[in-house]
């Protein structure tokens, strides 16, 4: 990596920090270029504008989780192991880049074309490489295949609104918790009994399955 290299990534980092702390909207480029300790001209050296930076921010996230995982999928063959790999890749991460995963959760909608349609692939391209880990399991109707990814991300976007180190463990620990959780709940031997005159879960009509 190149000494331009090296200080683009300090910016990046910088601007993650900023845009956690003030959101997109209210941060400036004389912020960022003051929480890297540059000049706002020579921030310009790294970007075009703050949206150039939004942008640089959420593709090297984005494209660094995508490396992970792949990396990390490639010789686990089990379905639960692939999907602890999910979690752990995710977790471990972001708990290293707290500002990032704040960014990505609240400021990625200000994002504006073409770096928003360029950024939303990349999205895709994760979200399917997860969709496709929980597709490995026996019996993944499409409908609860779409709801169990939305679901899955729903839990592990949101972690630097609760997470503590001293309480939670290390990203591992927390990895392996969420996994469990996902696949056996809190009551793995709980069966659903309907009211009276309800309808079973598993047809509108009422009837079971088999």
């Excluded at 939670?168 to 709940?185: C, Q, S, W, Y």
């Excluded at 009211?195 to 009509?205: I, K, L």
Aim: glycine share 8%; hydrophobic share 35%; net charge negative.
């Amino acid at each position: 990596m190149t000494g331009y290299d090296q200080r683009r990534e300090q910016v990046l980092d910088g601007s993650a920090q900023v845009f956690a702390r003030k959101g997109y909207d209210r941060a400036s480029i004389r912020d960022i270029a003051k929480a890297v300790e540059m000049s706002p001209g020579g921030l310009y050296h790294y970007c075009s504008n703050k949206q150039d930076l939004l942008y640089q921010l959420c593709e090297r996230s984005f494209r660094t989780l995508i490396d992970h995982l792949s990396s990390g999928l490639q010789h686990v063959e089990d379905p639960r192991e692939r999907l602890y790999t999910v979690f752990a890749t995710h977790l471990t991460y972001f708990f290293g880049h707290p500002d990032e995963l704040i960014t990505l959760t609240e400021n990625l909608s200000s994002l504006t074309p073409p770096g928003v349609d360029r950024v939303r692939e990349l999205q895709r391209r994760y979200y399917s490489m997860v969709s496709k880990v929980l597709e490995s399991f026996p019996s993944a109707p499409a409908r609860s295949l779409r709801i169990a990814t939305m679901t899955l991300f729903g839990s592990i976007n949101w972690v630097h609104t609760w997470y503590r180190h001293e309480i939670d463990g290390p990203a591992e620990t927390v990895a392996r918790i969420m996994t469990d959780l996902f696949l056996n709940g809190m009551a793995p031997a709980y069966q659903y009994a309907p009211a009276a005159g309800g309808n079973h879960p598993d047809h509108p009509d009422g009837t079971k399955e088999g």
